[in-house]
């Protein structure tokens, strides 16, 4: 699951640019079409989500199968070496061909999957790699949704979240190459001593070998930010003492070079490295505290959503920094990842830049209460609705992300789900396994979004979590426009959940749809006073209840949903519009966090 790199002994070259696209018929099924070579005349880009880059509905709308399709020469220069093929995110399940062979299937839209090509293409020759990519949701996904046919025969997606359901090759592809014996995994955890002031490195390496070559070492190097080597250690696990360690802090990032290597025991030369940045820094909850280096924190940020206009959810470095930009600029210092894994880029570069993230799974939207509640009809319990399947997806889902992120900084809590019934019998039974594998997995707090219909009476799980992460909307879908029914019920609201379980508090989601330029002297939903003014309501009573440890708007930006009779081109609960423009609320968010120093 590492991250591919490049260094003296490993390559890394990108296969992302323009590939042959084709949207797959419903009619073929056998083999051979799969792999059939696809028409150079429509291409697409890698990565973006193809949805809005044609401008024809077919595509667009598309339910089912798509095919990606390229060249790819493996040099010449990597005889001797094992090579693969890393695809950063199919979404939502991806099937990859080399030639005519299936090599590899993975479910799950974000997360990475790669396979070996040493024994199928020689080095320095070439072949055709083939990327089918579906992104239909069932029962049986994370996400979940499901599929109609209409009276024309087509297919109809629907699902239980609001955002769009972008499909495709949103994040990069690679070619990369590893020596014969590598370095496979690697996973490290750090604590402080606060008596003695001295920082620790945990480190754990496993390992693939050469079954034909000598045996190996581990070996583990720690440099400061300079370069200069300052601890180091033999041996595949260990700790490493780091004195008077520069902490990583929010807002201060620090990180320290953790070079992982790979020797031979016969000659003691070095195989294989691989670079991990860590920063040092402990995360802790206790009472109704969450202690970031021994010291409450207070979040401020936002729910994010990868999206952007054209490429839909197309990683975009651009996007990326502007973005970081934008929430330094209001003295935002976290975010949370709804509804899915993000890029790993996205939490490298928080790592570097010291924004804190509560890191999420893509299961949003395990509620079919929702929805009906909204049309009027009683939904059946959703904890029949689904199944194993369902639940092997989900925990699937939390393995994988946990594999991936573990070694970020920048990680503070694992969220396993967003707004799941968890008032509905059968959500403790649904739950209980998938937060013990969390917890077995790694230790960082846990917490899942709550909606606001599973009230802390009704609520059956949150006392197996360690945050409560409250979702909230009163003023918008409750209360819509009533300023003073909303401060009243969010306050009571809160401070139910702070008597019955005394734990910290974030709210993860408040806010309100703002079409940017309209303005009401009256303070009308819709308005930008109106989300200027219910922030601030907020705000107010955030301040009243001890346990709130945290505000994360909805949402960042703008961003596009499925066609729904009351989303006007997309969710617009964003502080900034789609393209990153500032509502007047973005003032309210600046005044607070930045001037007044809100979470600092
Ligand atoms: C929610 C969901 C989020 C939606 C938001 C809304 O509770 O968690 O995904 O976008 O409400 O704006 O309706």
Not at 44 to 57: G, M
Not at 558 to 569: A, I, N
């Amino acid at each position: 699951m590492l991250k591919p790199q490049q260094n003296e002994f490993r390559e890394l070259l990108s296969l992302d640019g323009l590939w042959h696209f084709e949207v797959v018929n419903e009619t073929y099924h056998d083999d051979i079409s799969w792999t059939q070579r696809v028409s150079s005349k429509r291409q697409v880009p890698v990565p973006a989500s193809y949805n809005d880059i044609f401008l024809d509905t077919d595509t667009r709308d598309h339910v089912g199968w798509v095919k990606y399709q390229r060249r790819v020469r493996v040099p010449a220069s990597w005889a001797g070496k094992r090579y693969f093929i890393r695809c950063d995110a199919a979404t939502h399940t991806g099937r990859a061909y080399i030639n005519e062979k299936l090599v590899a299937e993975h479910e799950g839209g974000y997360t990475p999957f790669d396979f070996e090509l040493t024994e199928l293409v020689n080095a320095g020759g070439e072949s055709q790699l083939t990327v089918a990519v579906s992104n239909e949701l069932t029962f049986e996904t994370i996400p979940p949704g499901k599929i109609d046919i209409l009276e024309d025969g087509r297919k109809k997606q629907t699902y239980l979240h609001d955002f769009f359901n972008y499909s495709g090759l949103a994040r990069s592809v690679w070619l990369y190459a590893l020596p014969k014996s590598y370095i496979a995994d690697a996973t490290i955890t750090t604590a402080v001593d606060w008596n003695q002031n001295l920082g620790s490195i945990k480190y754990q390496i496993e390992t693939c070998s050469d079954p034909s070559g000598s045996g190996t070492d581990g070996r583990v190097i720690v440099k400061d930010e300079d370069g200069n080597a300052i601890a180091e250690a033999e041996g595949f696990h260990g700790s490493i003492d780091i004195p008077n360690p520069h902490l990583w802090q929010p807002g201060a990032a620090y990180l320290y070079d953790v070079v992982v290597e790979l020797r031979s025991s016969s000659d003691n030369s070095v195989i294989d490295h691989y670079h991990i940045s860590t920063g040092i820094r402990t995360i802790e909850v206790r009472g109704a505290q969450f202690l970031l280096n021994n010291r409450p924190f207070y979040f401020t940020g936002f729910g994010k959503h990868e999206d952007s206009p054209i490429r839909g959810k197309g990683h975009d470095t651009a996007y990326m920094v502007h973005d970081f930009e934008l929430m330094n600029w209001l003295g935002a210092n976290s975010f949370r990842t709804s509804h899915y894994p993000y890029a790993e880029e996205v939490l490298e570069y928080a790592d570097r830049q010291g924004i804190v993230v509560i890191d999420e799974t893509a299961a949003v939207g395990l509620n079919l209460g929702v929805t009906s509640g909204r049309f009027g009809y009683k939904a059946p319990n959703t904890w029949e609705q689904y199944n194993e399947k369902t639940r092997a997806a989900h925990e699937r889902g939390i393995r994988e992300l946990i594999a991936r992120d573990k070694n970020h900084a920048c990680v503070v809590m694992w969220s396993i789900a967003n707004e799941p019934a968890s008032h509905e019998e059968g959500a403790r039974e649904y739950f209980e396994p998938l937060v013990d594998i969390t917890r077995k997995l790694d230790p960082r707090p846990i917490c899942f979004a709550n909606i606001g219909m599973a009230t802390s009476e009704k609520d059956l799980i949150s006392d197996m979590f360690d945050v409560l992460c409250l979702n909230r909307y009163y003023g918008w879908y409750e209360n819509c426009g009533d300023m003073r029914l909303a401060e009243t019920h969010l306050q009571a609201d809160l401070m139910s959940w702070q008597k019955k379980y005394g734990k910290p508090i974030i709210m993860t989601e408040y806010g309100a749809d703002t079409i940017a330029g309209l303005h009401s002297a009256g303070v009308t939903p819709w308005s930008e006073e109106f989300q200027a003014k219910l922030l601030d309501l907020y705000h107010r009573v955030f301040d009243r209840v001890d346990a709130v440890i945290g505000e994360q708007v909805w949402n960042f930006a703008d961003f596009q949903t499925s066609l729904l009779v009351f989303r006007v081109d997309g969710n617009k609960k964003g502080i900034f519009t789609r393209d990153r423009r500032p509502k007047a609320a973005a003032q309210v968010l600046r005044q607070r966090w930045r001037v007044q120093g809100k979470g600092e």
